[in-house]
């Protein structure tokens, strides 16, 4: 199931973001569309990506 986080358990967001190391930047809940959880395709390896409760993201294969 994809539940929504709820808002008032996460994190604000930094009001300044980190300054540009020429990395790319996403947005977790974009990568979800607005839910808690996304699979992510590396070299046809299936990741799970996961917004917790307290607002961490964890990464599993």
Same mark, same amino acid.
């Given at each position: 199931?994809? #539940?929504?986080?709820?808002? +008032?358990?996460? !994190?604000? /967001?930094?009001?300044? %973001? ?9 947005? #977790?809940?974009?990568?979800? +569309?607005?839910? !808690?959880? /996304?699979?992510?395709? %590396?070299?046809?390896q299936?990741?799970a990506?996961?917004i917790?409760?307290a ?7």
């Open positions: 199931m994809n #539940a929504r986080p709820d808002p +008032q358990t996460l !994190t604000p /967001a930094p009001t300044a %973001l980190p300054r540009d190391e020429g990395w790319p930047l996403h947005d #977790a809940l974009r990568l979800t +569309q607005g839910g !808690t959880q /996304a699979r992510i395709v %590396l070299n046809g299936v990741y990506l996961r917790t409760r607002g961490k993201l964890i990464l599993t294969k």
